[in-house]
């Protein structure tokens, strides 16, 4: 088992552009997550989802979006890319008793 | 809301044990776990402890929980170098769904 997969490692937008961070799972976990990392804090939640086709919004959804048409597959949108969306984002997978939440490699991005 | 504290930093010499301190204010979390990460590195999960437990012990790791003063703490026995990293308290099942919420994680430098 790979895991939680997260793509790319690294990456740098400009302001007002837009990308989607890939994370993909296949443990068969139902409940996926993102959380983004700022320096010197713990992890904030955006979205998350208890299944396929169900999404919802955690602390701080605001400028970016989830979709989850498959169990394996959770990808995060930004539309309009904002330096204060400058952070390492972490995608996450748990079973249905969440007595583990497992943390894919992150990915660090840049916006200038 | 939901609320974890951490102190920042430990130092500690390498051989003694280090107790690393979490408090947090939801009564009515479910889990209450430690997650290790390394430089550049995603979360790793180190030990979990339901609610109702007031102590586990893993090897080198104990967990201790005080329901009632809502603290947490992880002590590792005979700290080594590679066991320099960030330390996150984190709690789960508060607010009756599967999200985490993180501390601002605790640096502990081991001095060789």
């Known amino acids: 088992n790979a895991g939680v997969t997260q793509t790319p490692k690294f990456r740098i937008l400009k302001i007002g552009q837009s990308m989607t961070l890939q994370c993909a799972q296949d443990m068969n976990h139902n409940y996926m997550y993102w959380y983004r990392q700022d320096p010197g804090m713990g992890l904030k939640l955006i979205y998350y989802s208890v299944g396929a086709g169900i999404t919802d919004k955690g602390e701080v959804p605001n400028g970016y979006n989830v979709s989850r048409s498959t169990t394996e597959y959770f990808p995060l949108r930004l539309e309009l890319a904002a330096p204060s969306q400058t952070s390492v984002y972490f995608c996450a997978s748990s079973s249905e008793t969440h007595t583990e939440a497992f943390f894919g490699q992150g990915t660090r991005l840049t916006v200038v | 809301g939901e609320d974890v504290e951490q102190s920042l930093f430990l130092s500690v010499r390498e051989g003694d044990s280090s107790v690393i301190n979490c408090t947090y204010t939801?009564?009515?979390?479910?889990?209450l776990y430690w997650y290790k990460q390394e430089p550049g590195a995603g979360l790793q999960l180190l030990t979990y402890?339901?609610?109702?437990?007031d102590m586990k012990q893993d090897q080198r790791l104990t967990v201790l929980l005080n329901k009632k003063d809502k603290h947490l703490s992880l002590r590792i026995a005979d700290t080594q170098t590679g066991d320099s990293a960030i330390y996150f308290c984190?709690?789960?099942?508060?607010?009756?769904?599967?999200?985490?919420?993180f501390g601002k994680g605790t640096k502990l430098s081991v001095i060789p």
């Open positions: 984190a709690e789960s099942g508060g607010t009756g769904s599967y999200q985490l919420t």
């Open positions: 939801d009564s009515s979390s479910t889990y």
């Open positions: 402890i339901f609610s109702n437990m």
